[in-house]
């Protein structure tokens, strides 16, 4: 099967070229390979480099999504399924800079919705968040009432209205993900787990932002087990499906075990970031119910994964 993948050099991303790789589907990347202009340059391009070891396709095209040119990049590879990941990633990225990621995230997503139907491509996966939910505590079905907060999680719950309204009007078939706090090997450091572990290692100061905060840290290896699982499962279209471990575990705890794990570093409570609304644990049953979804690795397991990684990076352990 012939299948495009955007953001497909991304964390998420090039784990699923992998997996589609290895199942014998024929891939193409689009991907800017951007910093987003905060991360920084030499970062990029090491994980960048990291990442392109584990895929085996060199079918990658570096364009923005939002180009015209994306038409005749679908013309020529004719595919079966458009796994639309690139986006900017997290809310404060996003902060950073609203018109870019807007640019990326609904210009960017229109166009491919656009091109996909000019395509005749029948098929499109669209990666959301958790973040579209607003404030939630455990246990929350795909049905719940949405309340994001934030032009991330806004943008991202637009996305998916965008997408189900092709989808209503006859145009092609959508799976809608839900991910959430996906973290892992070949990450960048600016994010809250990243950041964790490498501030123990270095005997820095964990700052963390409300005692009380859980999310639904999710390894990339379960996420992109999913993800892929659904593109692949015929029932799974027309539906919205979280993908997560589904636990959830406290940005304290989290600190926690990155220390005993550094074996030094000290931690800081501080109040709760008024950026980011309070988050618990998704329900999984529906995509354990429609395609299989079983998440393997707990947080425990998850995390001394990341740090013996880290702890042997060529980058991050200088």
Known sequence: MKIVVTGGLGLIGHNIVSRLEK????????????????????????????????????NIRVIDIASPSVD?????????????????????????????????????????????????????????????YGEFKDNVKEDAICKPEGQYGIMK??????????????????????????????????????????????????????????????YVDDAADGIVAAALCEEAYGGTYNITKSHSVSLHQAAQMAVKLAGKGSIEVRDKDADFPSRGALDITKARTTFGFDPKVDVEEGFVRYYEWLRDSAYYNK
């Open 157 to 218: 719950y637009m996305g998916e209205k965008l997408v189900q309204d092709y989808e209503r009007k006859g145009l092609l078939k959508s799976i809608t993900i839900r991910p959430s706090a996906v973290y892992g090997p070949l990450d960048v450091e600016d994010r809250v787990i990243s950041k964790f572990l490498l501030t123990a290692m270095r005997g820095g100061v964990l700052k963390v932002n409300g005692v009380q905060e859980v999310l639904d840290f999710t």
């Open 23 to 58: 199942m014998g589907h024929d891939v193409l990347i689009i991907d800017t390979m951007t910093n987003y202009g905060i991360i920084p340059q030499s970062e990029i391009d090491y994980l960048v480099e990291e990442r392109m070891k584990k895929i085996e396709t060199r």
């Open 72 to 132: 005749k990049i679908f013309s020529e590879f004719k595919p079966e399924i458009v796994m639309h990941l690139a986006s900017f990633p997290r809310q404060k990225v996003v902060n950073a800079n609203p018109q870019m990621g807007a640019k990326t995230m609904c210009e960017g997503l229109l166009n491919l919705l656009e091109l996909s139907v000019k395509n005749d491509i029948k098929k499109f996966l669209y990666i959301s968040s958790s973040m579209i």
